[in-house]
Protein backbone atom coordinates (compact mmCIF):
# COMPACT_ATOMS: atom_id res chain seq x y z
CA UNK A 1 0.00 0.00 0.00
CA UNK A 2 0.95 3.00 -0.46
CA UNK A 3 1.15 6.88 0.97
CA UNK A 4 0.31 10.21 -0.91
CA UNK A 5 1.14 13.45 0.72
CA UNK A 6 -1.65 16.58 1.41
CA UNK A 7 -0.84 19.96 2.70
CA UNK A 8 -2.25 23.06 3.98
CA UNK A 9 -1.31 26.54 5.56
CA UNK A 10 -2.78 28.14 8.58
CA UNK A 11 -2.80 31.69 8.94
CA UNK A 12 -2.44 33.66 11.95
CA UNK A 13 -6.33 33.26 13.81
CA UNK A 14 -7.21 30.48 11.90
CA UNK A 15 -8.13 27.19 12.62
CA UNK A 16 -7.88 24.22 10.60
CA UNK A 17 -10.35 21.26 11.12
CA UNK A 18 -9.01 17.88 10.06
CA UNK A 19 -11.17 14.94 9.07
CA UNK A 20 -10.10 11.52 8.64
CA UNK A 21 -12.42 9.57 6.89
CA UNK A 22 -13.38 5.99 8.29
CA UNK A 23 -13.16 3.92 5.37
CA UNK A 24 -9.40 5.22 4.95
CA UNK A 25 -7.43 2.14 4.85
CA UNK A 26 -4.72 3.56 7.40
CA UNK A 27 -4.80 6.30 9.75
CA UNK A 28 -3.31 9.90 8.28
CA UNK A 29 -0.22 11.76 9.98
CA UNK A 30 1.00 14.95 10.33
CA UNK A 31 5.00 14.83 9.61
CA UNK A 32 6.24 18.64 8.98
CA UNK A 33 5.42 22.09 10.18
CA UNK A 34 6.98 24.87 8.47
CA UNK A 35 7.07 28.91 8.56
CA UNK A 36 4.70 30.01 5.51
CA UNK A 37 5.79 32.54 3.03
CA UNK A 38 6.24 34.84 2.42
CA UNK A 39 7.00 35.99 6.07
CA UNK A 40 4.99 38.67 7.92
CA UNK A 41 7.12 39.36 10.82
CA UNK A 42 10.34 38.62 10.85
CA UNK A 43 12.18 39.60 13.61
CA UNK A 44 14.16 37.19 15.59
CA UNK A 45 11.69 37.84 18.71
CA UNK A 46 8.86 36.75 16.76
CA UNK A 47 7.14 33.32 17.91
CA UNK A 48 4.47 31.56 16.53
CA UNK A 49 2.77 28.45 17.52
CA UNK A 50 1.02 25.67 16.51
CA UNK A 51 -1.73 24.34 19.06
CA UNK A 52 -3.71 21.05 18.78
CA UNK A 53 -6.68 20.53 19.87
CA UNK A 54 -7.33 17.00 21.99
CA UNK A 55 -11.01 16.57 22.84
CA UNK A 56 -13.67 13.74 21.40
CA UNK A 57 -16.20 16.69 20.52
CA UNK A 58 -14.48 19.91 19.05
CA UNK A 59 -17.40 21.93 20.26
CA UNK A 60 -16.00 21.09 23.77
CA UNK A 61 -13.50 23.62 25.68
CA UNK A 62 -10.67 21.22 26.08
CA UNK A 63 -6.82 22.62 26.38
CA UNK A 64 -5.13 23.52 23.05
CA UNK A 65 -1.62 21.24 23.40
CA UNK A 66 1.08 23.17 21.72
CA UNK A 67 3.06 21.29 19.12
CA UNK A 68 5.23 23.57 18.23
CA UNK A 69 7.03 26.88 18.53
CA UNK A 70 8.49 28.32 14.92
CA UNK A 71 11.11 31.13 15.12
CA UNK A 72 12.24 33.62 11.71
CA UNK A 73 15.58 32.18 10.69
CA UNK A 74 16.02 30.16 14.46
CA UNK A 75 13.16 27.39 14.14
CA UNK A 76 11.95 28.14 10.94
CA UNK A 77 10.57 24.15 10.44
CA UNK A 78 10.02 20.90 12.39
CA UNK A 79 9.44 17.38 11.48
CA UNK A 80 6.16 16.14 13.60
CA UNK A 81 4.91 12.65 13.50
CA UNK A 82 1.39 13.22 14.15
CA UNK A 83 -0.59 9.95 14.17
CA UNK A 84 -4.59 11.41 13.47
CA UNK A 85 -6.71 7.54 13.54
CA UNK A 86 -9.17 7.34 10.87
CA UNK A 87 -13.06 7.96 12.03
CA UNK A 88 -12.11 11.35 13.83
CA UNK A 89 -11.99 15.25 13.52
CA UNK A 90 -8.80 16.96 14.63
CA UNK A 91 -8.32 20.99 15.17
CA UNK A 92 -5.19 22.80 14.81
CA UNK A 93 -4.10 26.51 15.58
CA UNK A 94 -1.94 29.17 14.52
CA UNK A 95 -1.22 31.48 17.15
CA UNK A 96 1.30 34.37 16.21
CA UNK A 97 2.38 36.40 13.46
CA UNK A 98 3.61 34.32 10.45
CA UNK A 99 1.36 31.34 9.22
CA UNK A 100 2.18 27.83 9.65
CA UNK A 101 2.17 25.42 6.41
CA UNK A 102 1.84 21.69 7.06
CA UNK A 103 2.59 18.38 5.29
CA UNK A 104 0.89 15.26 5.83
CA UNK A 105 0.73 11.96 5.04
CA UNK A 106 -2.72 9.84 4.25
CA UNK A 107 -2.94 5.92 2.28
CA UNK A 108 -2.78 6.27 -1.50
CA UNK A 109 -5.89 6.50 -3.68
CA UNK A 110 -8.29 8.51 -2.30
CA UNK A 111 -9.50 11.97 -0.07
CA UNK A 112 -9.62 10.27 3.23
CA UNK A 113 -8.21 13.72 4.21
CA UNK A 114 -9.81 16.58 4.12
CA UNK A 115 -9.90 20.07 5.88
CA UNK A 116 -11.61 22.99 6.73
CA UNK A 117 -9.99 26.57 7.84
CA UNK A 118 -12.07 29.06 9.82
Not at 11 to 38: K, T
Not at 77 to 82: E, K, P, S, Y
Amino acid sequence: MGYETWTATVDPGQRLRICVAMDAQEDARIVNASLGEPLKNSSDDSRTCLLFKISPDLEDDYQLVPLTTLIPFRYEHTQLDILLPKGRKYELQCHGDNSISLVGIQSEGGEYVSYSLF
